[in-house]
């Protein structure tokens, strides 16, 4: 794979891959012309891959920064502020490359729509960065839809060993296309309506039928957090009122806010904070607690669904 050009900054291929070999052909090169030249890599794969690279680099692996994206990027709304642009912001004066694979097959449905979205808002979140990203598809287990969506979200695609430009870029279009209306809560959720006054009663209520549905220990932490950053973000920027649902499904519990707000930037929560930032972190924390973060926003208002394994 030839590298980078002094004319891009940000560069953003996808790797299509077919079996291992492809997967080593593809990425163990890409690595080693990052070490050669003196550039930090990172590798954040699921973990079977990990194994793969590790082996195939042999000695070099001790010079790469490796993660499981199984776990650092559960969900795909964290991978940017705390997986991305963590590894990049480490090393603001020099080009970084890192490998990135936050598609892999035993994504769920429900997770699908956000993995997409992410991956069409790494370019605005690192546009003239100096940073390489290379994002591996297993072309062979995929859906034909998540290839043809992987086309939209790269400007280029690599395949068989030839890289060229995708004839289907269009970014946008994948974080619009994915502005999904989520489903309705089911008739057994436990559902309130807050404003500034009813903000301590309400999140006490949700915490309690998060405890009566099997909630506990840090994972009840991580709720309570995320239910008391939405809720004042309601308040705060959606209109001054919300209303709040709460209900479990499967292994999972599941809290939905909604409001009047409108979020115009689709990468609010997925920008880490400055350190002299006050306030904005809210939407943040909420992506860095939940396994799993789903809004859709429109002219008259904003819902944010997110999910926690109990």
Known sequence: ?????????FVHPALFYRDEQEYVDGTVPFIREGLKVGEPVAVAVPGPNLTVLKESLGLDAAS???????????????IIPTVLRAFADAHPTTRVRIIGEPIWPGRSSLEYPACAQHEALINPAFQGREVTILCPYDADRLDERVLTDAYATHPVVVSGGRRQPSPSY???QIVDRYNQRLAPAPASAESRVFGIDGLSAVRHAAVEHATRLGLSGVRLDDFTLAVAELTTNSVVHGGGSGSLRVWAEDTLLVCEVRDRGQLTD????????????????GLLLVHTVADLVRVHTRGDGTAIRFYISR
Not at 1 to 9: D, I
Not at 73 to 78: L, Q
Not at 266 to 281: E, I, K, V
Request: charged letters at 25%; glycine letters at 16%; proline letters at 14%.
């Open 266 to 281: 689709p990468l609010a929560g997925r920008r880490p904070a400055a350190r002299d930032q006050h306030g904005g972190r």
């Open 1 to 9: 794979m030839n590298g980078p050009t002094a004319t891009e900054p």
């Open 64 to 78: 790469v920064r490796f993660l499981d994206m199984t776990e650092v990027g559960r969900n795909p709304g964290r």
């Open 170 to 172: 269009a970014p946008g």
